[in-house]
């Protein structure tokens, strides 16, 4: 039986019953959570090209003439895919989220499967853009009716796979004529306009902050974590396949251009947002370029920087996620006639959703990368040895950082401070009313919080399996 | 018999697509789309098998009978319009625009595909015409509107057009059918956002 298969089949079935269960919310949230969970223990553990269980497990299988093989390079990056997901889906049963969230989530996993697996492995942007096409239908729904982000998202992906498709058929052309400048120069180019439009790099960033602003929460999370996981190891595959791309130095060039670009333009963004959703969007093109300034350094070290970024933004979109719901919900029932992201329609929610508040601020402030929150082990490692070759990009990080503790504090402000016409709460019985009928959401809260002040103080816990997977990344090549 | 229709299907293909980016009225959008996707058969047919063809063929009768169910259950955008009880075709306001751009674009089109550089390979230059054509107007249409019937037609053009070169070189039928299944799902998003675009305001609570 070919393993592959399993990844790509279990999410789809688990879909259909997750669709049939969907009125009774634990046993839908539990069949989505564990099934997801499975197969991210799955991906780490599963003998390949040997019997497991009585069943004789193929790492490849040839469909149509393509081949999708689980190769050891995508064992990390889809057990991440699918443990993230998990963790999504469970968060799912404490809000309300979008209707199609938990069966639709299912069946974008088989889809980013399929898009680690396939080989020649430039096909993969045909499953990302499929996987695009559902994940359209987690942005927008009848309570987020708000569709420019969600079809801006859509046509960028499209746009992407074009570029990356022609990439292909401009690689087949290198090989069978290895001398010829032109044809290089092309796939470079080609390379890099397709992977700047699917990674959000400017100017095909403006889906960002619409999405991050009108989507609904968990779903933003969902595409900005479990969909993004995948087009980044594309491109480092690209990197590592290709001697003449890796060892171009303009490549190195053009990563730490766009990766200083994004960072400054995040930064400059932020700063004036009074908005928690759409300062993510600006907070996550600061992610995204420290990833591509890590990817720029073209070390082991910077590639480390890069995953540990990428797999720590995974808690904390969740925790951004699930108290942006909370809160959105609590402005949207105090009946304030505002827009219900701005931080004036959430003056003194701070005070009915203290818990709520507290993981808004604390998740954007790890993504930012600020001390002691799960953020900053990446961003210190990246910080140092940008100091030493692009101290500019290390600069401008600092200065996105410093942004987006500013719009923190300016958000903070707004939810402790009460609106003059609001009766005066009295803050201990608030609290134990809170604590009282909330106790599932508290608990979540309280160890998302943990985790992230737990991985910024303890990161040795997941470094060693990220630079496991860094190391796949920057072999010696033959 | 097939190189005898390329002039023709060459200029239904000009004429569809600047219907298309000219006017916005969803009725005569869906007749043109559907002589679109006719035209770019006949053109596909010069470099692939008919079997291809055949399957592209039914992908884009899918296609026009998705947006026509959901122009219908949308009553064509006319729900949003300031002359709702008007059924007569209108002019946009943007139309001298819309126009010009097009003109531009055109001429844009037709001297790329003249430059011997600059020609896409396994293309004849009605083909390559026809390729750069559909994928500068429907960028043109993606950049003037963020109505979603309107900008997925933008994508369909662009798709079609990129397909026309890209059948050429990458005849694989996985290919084949990941680009067709990759259509059906441009026409499912385009549907649905356009459902929630003219949804009455009282129903989205």
Request: include cysteine; proline fraction near 5%.
């Amino acid at each position: 039986m070919p393993a592959p298969l399993i990844f790509l089949v279990v999410p789809a079935i688990a879909a259909l019953g997750v669709y049939l269960t969907s009125r009774r919310r634990w046993l839908a949230t539990g069949l989505a959570a564990g099934s997801a969970a499975l197969l991210g223990l799955l991906a780490v553990t599963i003998p390949l090209d040997e019997t497991w269980l009585g069943l004789s497990l193929d790492s490849a299988w040839t469909i149509l003439g393509r081949t999708l093989t689980l190769e050891p390079v995508d064992r990390l990056g889809l057990a991440f895919i699918f443990v993230q997901a998990a963790l999504l889906f469970l968060a799912a049963r404490l809000v309300e989220p979008n209707r199609f969230f938990l069966p639709l989530g299912l069946l974008i996993l088989s889809l980013l499967s399929a898009a680690l697996f396939v080989q020649p492995f430039v096909f993969a942007a045909l499953f990302l853009e499929l996987a695009s096409a559902l994940a359209v239908f987690l942005l927008a729904d009848e309570r987020h009716r708000v569709t420019r982000g969600a079809l801006r998202f859509f046509v960028f992906m499209t746009l992407g796979m074009i570029f990356i498709l022609v990439t292909g058929w401009l690689l087949e052309a290198i090989k069978s004529s290895p001398e010829d400048a032109t044809l290089t120069r092309r796939a470079t180019l080609t390379l890099a306009i397709g992977f700047a439009i699917v990674l959000g790099v400017a100017p095909f960033h403006s889906w960002l902050p619409v999405v991050a602003e009108h989507a609904p929460a968990l779903s933003t999370a969902f595409v900005l974590t479990v969909m993004r996981v995948p087009a980044v190891l594309l491109v480092m595959q690209f990197l590592n396949t290709y001697p003449w791309l890796s060892q171009n130095p303009a490549i190195e060039r053009v990563l730490t251009l766009a990766g200083g670009g994004m960072a400054l333009l995040g930064a400059v963004f932020v700063v004036s947002q009074r908005n928690f959703g759409r300062a993510l969007g600006y907070v996550m093109m600061l992610d995204i370029g420290a990833t591509l300034l890590g990817l720029g350094l073209g070390t082991v070290a910077g590639t480390e920087a890069a995953l540990t970024a990428l797999a720590l933004r995974g808690i904390a979109l969740t925790a951004w996620g699930l108290g942006m719901e909370q809160l959105r919900g609590a402005a949207r029932a105090s009946g304030r006639q505002i827009d219900p992201d701005h931080f004036d329609a959430w003056r003194g929610l701070g005070r009915r959703q203290p818990w709520a508040a507290a993981t808004v601020v604390l998740s954007l402030l790890s993504l930012a990368g600020f001390p002691l929150t799960a953020g900053f082990p990446g961003r210190w490692a990246l910080l140092n040895q940008l100091a030493q070759i692009h101290p500019t990009s290390a600069l401008f990080l600092l200065f996105g950082t410093a942004s987006v503790g500013l719009v923190c504090a300016r958000g903070l402000a707004a939810l402790i401070t009460p609106l003059a016409t609001e009766p005066e709460l009295e803050p201990a019985s608030t609290l134990r009313r809170w604590l009282s009928e909330n106790k599932l959401v508290m608990v979540a809260y309280s160890l998302l919080v943990l985790v992230i002040l737990l991985l910024g103080l303890f990161p040795q816990w997941l470094l060693p399996a990220v630079a496991r997977t860094a190391s796949f990344f920057i072999a010696p090549l033959p | 018999m097939l190189t005898s229709l390329t002039a023709p299907a060459l200029l239904g293909l000009f004429m569809a697509t600047a219907l298309l980016v000219a006017l916005t009225d969803w009725r005569l959008n869906l007749a043109a789309l559907a002589g679109l996707f006719a035209c770019a058969a006949i053109l596909l047919a010069q470099i692939t098998l008919w079997q291809v063809v055949a399957v592209r063929l039914l992908v884009g009768l899918l296609i026009v009978v998705i947006l026509a169910l959901t122009g219908r259950a949308t009553q064509f955008g006319l729900a949003l319009s300031p002359c709702f009880a008007t059924t007569r075709f209108t002019i946009p306001t943007g139309f001298p625009f819309r126009v010009m751009a097009l003109t531009l674009v055109s001429l844009a089109a037709w001297y790329t595909a003249n430059q011997p550089a600059l020609a896409l390979p396994g293309l004849s230059s009605d083909l390559n015409l026809a390729s750069y054509l559909l994928m500068g107007l429907g960028l043109l249409n993606l950049g003037l509107s963020e109505e979603p019937l309107n900008a997925g037609v933008g994508l369909f053009m662009l798709l079609g057009g990129f397909q026309l070169f890209y059948f050429a070189i990458e005849p694989s039928l996985a290919i084949v059918g990941l680009l067709a299944a990759v259509e059906l799902g441009v026409a499912l998003v385009v549907s649905y956002l356009a459902t929630l675009w003219y949804m009455p305001a009282e129903e989205s609570a």
